[in-house]
């Protein structure tokens, strides 16, 4: 007989025969009823005591549990790592194990105590369903892991733009992705929103386009325009003439300026400094050359009869 069963045997024997007979012998002779219970919990002090074996055993084989799924997860990782596996996945991934070890160290130990396996299993199904029915949403957030995790529309490093926030890449956790933003805020986005979102992946190909719109007055010549902006596009070190050479042409007449319309290409990690440089240096060539800067203005004719 286990120690499982025979605590239970002496509970049913504490439940059924020896509750009445306290109940009785209290009502008759409470020295009786006090002699009875002490043999009770006597008995099942004894149990307990020999069952510590079993909980010594037990909770040996928990520590060693733990520090056997740390070692499979500092193994699992250096492989990764040595795979070339991009560390947000890897994150994932070891989150995912992590908890999967935790699990199995939990049944082993439970095993050693006696406990029935169909016990355990019914134990398991009937906390999985209540967890799943309780955290729908976080259930819809480890799906949406897995869908980044194979789709791949992102990888660590990689600047983006989900809708909801635009910055780099830092992490894939089980439930979040964890993004960086330019002014240094950490965001956490739920996997389900990002799986479910449009997302705009501006690192994942080596070159970018740079576009601008240039206003000048009607006044000034856009061919001198064009070509004072084409002459500082050519010019700047970090513009590529593939897979374009600059553009610039006139794009729109608007109410009060010309908008001439100026495409030029680098590098992606190069996009915000040809932005900037490029717009301080036409502004000021078109200051040392006369060309008007025009501003929103309105123009009233008076007629006279």
């Known amino acids: 007989m286990t120690n499982t069963e025979t605590v239970k045997e002496v509970a049913e024997t504490t ?6 007979a306290i109940i009785s012998s209290a009502i ?5 009823a006090t002699d009875k219970l002490g043999i009770i ?3 099942i002090t004894d149990k307990l005591i020999d069952m510590l074996p079993s909980f010594g055993l037990a909770a040996f084989v928990l520590f060693l549990g733990i520090l056997f799924s740390k070692l499979i997860l500092h193994i699992f990782k250096k492989c990764m790592r040595r795979a070339n596996v991009d560390s947000a996945a890897e994150g994932f991934l070891s989150s995912i194990i992590k ?3 935790y699990i199995l160290t939990i049944i082993i130990t439970l095993s050693i105590l006696n406990i029935p396996m169909t016990s355990i299993i019914a134990m398991l199904s009937a906390a999985g369903l209540a967890i799943g029915l309780a955290l729908q949403n976080s259930l819809s957030n480890l799906a949406g892991g897995f869908i980044i995790l194979f789709s791949k529309p992102f990888k660590s490093g990689d600047m983006i733009d989900t809708g909801s926030a635009t910055g780099t890449v830092e992490r894939i956790n089980i439930l979040y992705t964890k993004i960086l933003t330019a002014d240094n805020k950490s965001v ?3 996997n389900g929103t990002v799986a479910n979102s449009q997302i705009i992946n501006y690192s994942e190909q080596d070159k970018r386009r740079v576009d601008f719109e240039f206003g000048i ?3 000034d010549d856009v061919e001198t325009a064009k070509s004072i902006i084409l002459e500082i596009a050519n010019r700047h070190e970090l513009v590529l003439n593939d897979p374009e050479p600059p553009f610039a042409r006139l794009g729109v007449q608007a109410e009060d300026s010309l908008q001439i319309t100026v495409r030029v290409w680098t590098l992606n990690e190069n996009y ?3 932005k900037y440089d490029i717009t301080e240096l036409v502004n000021d060539a078109f200051a040392e050359n006369g060309i008007t800067v025009p501003f929103r203005q309105l123009d009233v004719h008076i007629q006279k009869d």
């Open 15 to 20: 439940a059924t025969e020896s509750l009445d």
């Open 28 to 32: 008759n002779s409470p020295e009786e």
């Open 41 to 43: 919990i006597s008995a």
């Open 99 to 101: 908890i999967l070890l």
């Open 188 to 190: 956490y986005i739920p």
């Open 217 to 219: 007055s009607y006044n």
């Open 272 to 274: 915000w400094q040809v």
